[in-house]
């Protein structure tokens, strides 16, 4: 009876849960043909193709010998880039913004530097068929804090550890490309205007009183860090079986041992250079995210050797004194200054947007191939994956995108995607649901 009753159970088990996907890619090697391809390595290849093979790019080139197992993808006419990199998002942390159940984004407390973004990642998120349709083959997906926005409202915390991960998968372990790829936190603002929920107006505290605050922050903040270090300095010598050990100043040690970055949000002029002389005095390497005001502190941020990750370009200036076109000019004065630029959506449902923001700062003065690499190669060089990701060049991980034209424009069409070698479908819920409504 226990025999039976095991084999009825797997019987159940392969009808409704079938052990692959209906549209499950069973080949290991293409050959995408004819295309122009846009290497990033050095010029493009106007006729060539690209083999893949087990997950890699295992050969690209005008002339190339053809494997004879391949899948051949005829792509005259069509371009081949490097799959687009979204360098921080909320991807697979939050489905509905106004359904407090669908969001896990945040933990209490100002500082969570153990918390690893994959460990509550949602794989069957709407948001990731979406983003990838639209060229985005992997993403960060990474912590906030401070009630779970980054920083945008002079929230403060160490948020967690981003996860890089592949837009594909039926689990996080499969999608997971690197489980973490620096830790995140929101720099405090000086505002000494505030929302008090109670009567549902702006309040006003004084100066004095809004600037202690923050310098008691700040000081916190240096205690952690110095903390972290001692913590270090006594693992290292084999002290720890003489003391508990902590995890929050565990998962600081990589970052005070240059072994990863710290990512500061941070928008402001005042957050930005505060933010860089903390890195400097803890000896840190720090990318700054947001970075709104970096046109303001350009030659500090290049001197300091601080990579940016900008937000969406199609903003309002945040100031009410600035051009109308800052916000669309920002990446390009940082590029002209030689600060790497890379950009990020910072949420999940418009994931899809980012070749348009970068479109956007290219027709204000971004050049077309410096906008390209900042959703593709640096991205990877800042977060430190360039080994793998960012170019179309033998023995890097097979996520590309093959396309109608410039990925930057919004008339260009997705034809194929690749994600870790494996042909994937564009399929998504609002393909669907224009296809639904259109046929009404």
Do not use: C
């Amino acid at each position: 009876m226990k025999t039976n009753g095991l084999i009825g159970a797997l019987v159940l088990t392969l009808v409704f849960f079938p052990l692959l996907p209906a549209n499950a890619d069973e080949t290991s090697t293409y050959v995408i043909q004819g295309a122009k391809i846009y290497t990033l390595a050095g010029p493009p290849i106007e006729k060539g193709s690209v083999v893949i093979r087990e997950g890699k790019i295992a050969a690209v080139g005008a002339s190339v010998d053809l494997p004879s197992d391949a899948e051949i993808i005829d792509a005259s006419g069509l371009e081949v880039h490097a799959g687009l990199f979204d360098a921080v998002t909320r991807l697979g942390l939050t489905e509905v913004g106004s359904v407090p159940a669908t969001n896990d984004t945040t933990e209490l407390g100002e500082y969570n530097p153990q918390i690893i973004a994959a460990d509550a990642v949602y794989p069957a998120s709407e948001h990731i068929p979406v983003a990838r349709a639209n060229g985005i083959t992997h993403a960060v997906s990474a912590p906030g804090s401070g009630g779970g926005g980054f920083g945008g409202g002079g929230a403060f915390g160490i948020a967690g550890q981003g996860t890089l991960m592949n837009l594909e998968g039926w689990t996080i372990e499969e999608m997971t490309i690197e489980k973490s790829v620096g830790l995140f936190m929101s720099w405090p603002s000086i505002s000494t205007q505030s929302f008090d929920f109670a009567t549902f107006s702006m309040k006003e505290k004084p100066f004095k009183e809004v600037k202690k605050e923050y310098d008691d922050k700040l000081l916190d903040l240096e205690e952690w860090f110095d903390a972290a270090r001692h913590y270090k300095q006594a693992v290292d010598k084999g002290a720890r079986e003489n003391f508990e050990r902590d995890l929050k100043l565990e998962a600081l040690v990589p970052v005070i041992a240059g072994d990863k970055s710290l990512i500061i949000y941070a928008q402001d002029k005042r957050q930005i250079k505060d933010a860089a002389e903390f890195a400097g005095r803890q000896k840190v390497k720090m990318i700054l995210a947001g970075g709104a005001d970096g046109w303001k502190v350009k030659e500090m941020l290049a001197e300091n050797n601080i990579p940016v990750i900008v937000g969406p370009s199609q903003a309002l200036p945040r100031h009410e004194d600035e051009p109308y076109d800052k916000p669309f000019t920002n990446a390009a004065e940082l590029n002209a200054a030689g600060v790497k630029v890379a950009f990020a959506t910072f949420g999940a449902a418009n994931v899809r947007t980012l070749p348009y923001e970068v479109g956007h700062a290219v027709g204000f003065g971004l050049p077309w191939e410096e906008g390209l690499k900042a959703i593709t190669l640096y991205p990877a060089q800042i977060l430190g994956v360039d080994d793998r990701l960012g170019t179309v060049e033998e023995g890097k991980m097979a996520n590309l995108i093959v396309t109608s034209g410039d990925p930057l424009e919004i008339t260009t069409q997705v034809k194929y995607l690749f994600i870790n070698g494996k042909l994937t479908s564009t399929d998504n819920k609002h393909k669907r649901l224009y296809e639904k409504y259109r046929a009404r």
